[in-house]
């Protein structure tokens, strides 16, 4: 389990998160929502120790180290590779350096994407960008994965690719927990919702009970809360 | 500690294309300096001998002979040294900042890596030190060679004297910086070079994780450390105590190990414990 625990952060004077706290399963997609800027990508970069923070982070009930990241991945919006390597050199750099590095997975994956390995990183396109850094993400055997904005800016057809991985054979039993805009992607496969506003947890609930008790899908609870 | 190592083989691997091209300016520029140096040294002689109708005795008795010193006080042979002195500074900071900036931020990957952040720290370091003993390296055995080229194109009259690797380096400023003679010597320009690295890699991690804070924090530790390692020399200098040769060499080591020491606590901790990406 990840227990994210009164964390709080500030760049400069600004407050960005404000005591959040929830936990995430394994086994469990749970989804950071909130509109821009209110510290999603914080919160997924502090779980990551990628950000100094006020508070406490626990994975699997222990704070972050260098073995952790065998155990947890973080796939953001941006490429993590350089430019000049192609996609084959970044899957040997990923080998290279992580024990629970699952080479049959990277090729389904790589299949499943349609990415050829030699193709430059630097030529990639905005969806094969997304769809590479997913690639490299998912093929390490860890229990954790946090993606931030997986759909932004990408076309239909690799946004139902990459849709298509969270029912997939593929993200298994892992916990994910994810920040995306494009909820009507994977609206269905969504365990839990996190609501972030001003850097607090706004609400936090089940998908499945809230659709259960109260008819209302995660859009809905959005509109009540963002529209209120 | 194999991750380390396949850190500091990756991070020179980035760099190989612009280091081999350093390598190869040096190689070049240097050799076409002992050829265009020389023959441009005989035609002077040669002109001067006609001109003031000298023999060839006469001439070198009044203007005396040439030796490989006037070739290594050319722009020819010291211009690819301070091109690639300028290179690795630059590389210093480089090395950090290329992996934050740009299309691709290849920090994400890096901080995330299942080791250490003082094996990253650690591996830039190895790799900019490592290229500098390359660079010297290349040049001791570029040295002998070039000595041999010139003492093949000038006739043994016009010789001063036949001056080996080490008289060269001992008789040029830059080279008996760059190619110590003694170990004190090598501990004393290579060990203020490792301290200068480690206090500008803790600078450009304060700059990292404060901003614009950071980099006043930066120049404030580097004043700090720059003061820490010059103390006896300014005890000296202030005539309060007076330390023998032996005695200041041993406080300015400590010292050094000290102060590069603390950068590389300090700079590693604010890799760990402070950066924000």
Known sequence: ??????????????????????????????????????????????????????????????????????????????????????????????????????????????????????????????????????????????????????????????????????????????????????????????????????GTVLKEFNTEEMREEEGKSVVDVMREVYQA | MMRYLKLVNFEINRFSKIYLTLLLITLLSQFAGVLIVTKSLLNDAKEIMLEEKLSEVAYLSEYGGIDFTHIANTLWFLGPIALSAVALIFYIFLIWYRDWFGKNTFIYRLLMLPTSRLSIYLSKATAIFLMVLGLIAWQMILLPLENALFHSSVPEAFLNMEMSTSSIAAANGILMLIIPSTFTQFLLSYGIGLMVMSILFTAIMFERSFRMKGILLGLLYGGVAAALFLTPVFIMASEIFHFYSNELFGLLLTLGIIVTGLSIWLGSWLLKNRVTV
């Open chain 1, 1 to 198: 389990m990840i227990e994210v625990k009164k964390v709080s952060k500030k760049y400069g004077r600004k407050k960005i998160l404000d005591g959040v706290s929830f936990t995430a399963n394994k086994g469990e997609v749970t989804c950071l929502i909130g509109i821009n800027g209110v510290g999603k990508t914080t919160t997924l970069k502090a779980i990551m120790g990628l950000t100094p923070y006020k508070g406490e982070i626990l994975i699997n009930g222990q704070t972050m180290t260098k073995d952790s990241y065998e155990k947890i991945t973080f796939i953001p919006d941006a490429p993590t590779m350089l430019p000049q390597m192609t996609v084959k050199q970044a899957m040997v750099f990923m080998k290279d350096f992580y024990h629970s590095w699952n080479q049959e997975r990277a090729l389904q994956l790589l299949e499943f994407f349609k990415l050829k390995e030699e193709s430059r990183i630097s030529e990639l396109s905005k969806g094969n960008t997304a769809k590479l850094n997913l690639m490299l993400g998912l093929s390490l055997d860890v229990d954790y994965v946090l993606m931030d904005e997986p759909f932004s800016g990408i076309d239909i057809f690799s946004r139902e690719q990459i849709a298509n991985v969270f029912a997939s054979h593929l993200i298994e039993d892992r916990g994910v927990i994810i920040t995306t805009h494009e909820i009507g992607d994977i609206e269905h496969l969504i365990d839990k919702v996190i609501l972030l506003d001003n």
